[in-house]
């Protein structure tokens, strides 16, 4: 099999993406269907083309590409990369067997459905996140060495995720911090420590058929990042936990926002540095009656931060010189954003009787 090679950088000039997927398609239509791409940061390089005869199998080779690695690739398409990536590598997989000998940035695997990924190293935030599973096409698959950053796999709704761990003594969590956040299907293995997990799933033991499926799926992960000595170490059963969603019947528990915040959310409040919370829960908007109030501000209690003037919808609310603020009768329309976002609750809304002129 002969391959094209293409070097993006030449004279110091560096190869736009657009002329160099360009370049590509022409020489697919001429019959190449292997491609060495030395890149210099393009972005959605294989991703984009694709073989137009059928049973023909594209490959590539690359280099220091850019962002969108094998986005949206379709079946029969091969990806190597030698190297790390940086975001997105993956997204909206759509067949695709993608390589990465090397670290990947943010969204790995990101909105993956269908395909395989392979990470010699690390991930980065929210990889995995709304992975799915269309019946009809393979499972997707996202296999990483190493650990992910925070907010993995939200809101995954199907494929599998294995994430192996290693080299990850001493780290809290190998899904990193919030994992799983809304995940409804798919399964998720990893080995390791694992905290933060969202409540919405259950951490469960291994079956004989996950051990089956591990043990024959970590076989060929290891030999496409040519890490086949790994294994021993990797099929220690005793390190792995199996992650799927609870089912709707099991999602009874219902708490009410303060609960939620004291119990669940970040402790002390979102802006705990900044200010007290005392979770409380404020409508955003007035509505119905609640128009026809205005403004009142308690200067004892005001910090003077703007919060105020800077969400007010009509732009009713200013400063002069002195640092007084003032309300437009003309322009306020009562809707209370200005009372619901100070942080000091200097600004109440209390009965407008004046007539707007």
């Keep these: 099999m002969i391959s094209f090679k293409i070097d993006t950088l030449e004279n110091n000039e560096r190869m736009s993406t ?3 997927l360009q370049l590509i398609e022409t020489k697919i239509k001429e019959g190449y269907t292997s491609f060495e791409i030395k890149a210099c940061g393009q972005h959605d390089i294989g991703g984009s083309s694709w073989a137009k005869d059928k049973g023909k199998t594209l490959n590539f080779k690359i280099t220091n590409p850019g962002q969108r690695v094998g986005a949206m690739a379709r079946k029969g398409t091969n990806i190597y990369v030698d190297g790390s990536v940086p975001a997105d590598v993956g997204w909206l997989n759509s067949g695709a067997n993608i390589v990465v000998n090397g670290d990947c940035g943010d969204t790995a695997g990101h909105c993956a459905a269908s395909g395989r990924i392979y990470i010699s190293g690390r991930v980065g935030t929210r990889s995995g996140a709304l992975m799915k599973h269309d ?9 990483v060495l190493k650990n992910t950053g925070s907010f993995s796999f939200e809101f995954m709704g199907g494929g599998i995720a294995v994430i192996c761990g290693y ?10 911090n919030r994992s799983c956040v809304g995940m409804v299907g798919g399964t998720i293995y990893c080995r390791g420590a694992i905290e933060g997990v969202a ?12 051990k089956k499926f591990l043990t024959k799926g970590m076989a060929e992960f290891l030999s496409a990042i040519d890490k086949k000595g790994l294994s021993d170490t990797l099929l220690d059963f005793t390190e792995w936990h199996k992650i799927i969603p609870i089912s709707p019947d099991e999602k009874t528990k219902k708490i009410t926002v303060k609960d939620f915040r004291s119990s669940e959310w970040i402790k002390g409040g979102i802006f705990g540095d900044f200010i007290e919370d005392d979770f409380k829960v404020y409508e955003l908007a007035a509505t119905g009656t609640g128009r026809l109030k205005q ?15 800077n969400n007010c919808p009509q732009s009713a609310i200013s400063k002069d010189e002195k640092g007084i603020y003032t309300t437009d009768d003309n322009s306020c329309i009562g809707c209370g954003i200005c009372a619901a976002v100070c942080p000091k609750h200097a600004v109440t809304m209390q009965n407008n009787n004046k007539e707007i002129s």
């Design 18 to 20: 657009q002329s160099l």
């Design 135 to 143: 019946p009809k096409f393979e499972t997707p698959q996202l296999w």
């Design 167 to 176: 080299d990850c003594s001493g780290i809290k969590s190998v899904l990193g």
């Design 199 to 210: 409540p919405c799933v259950s951490i469960t033991e291994l079956s004989d058929d996950d």
């Design 295 to 309: 403004p009142v501000r308690d200067k004892r209690l005001c910090v003077d931060c703007s919060i105020c003037i």
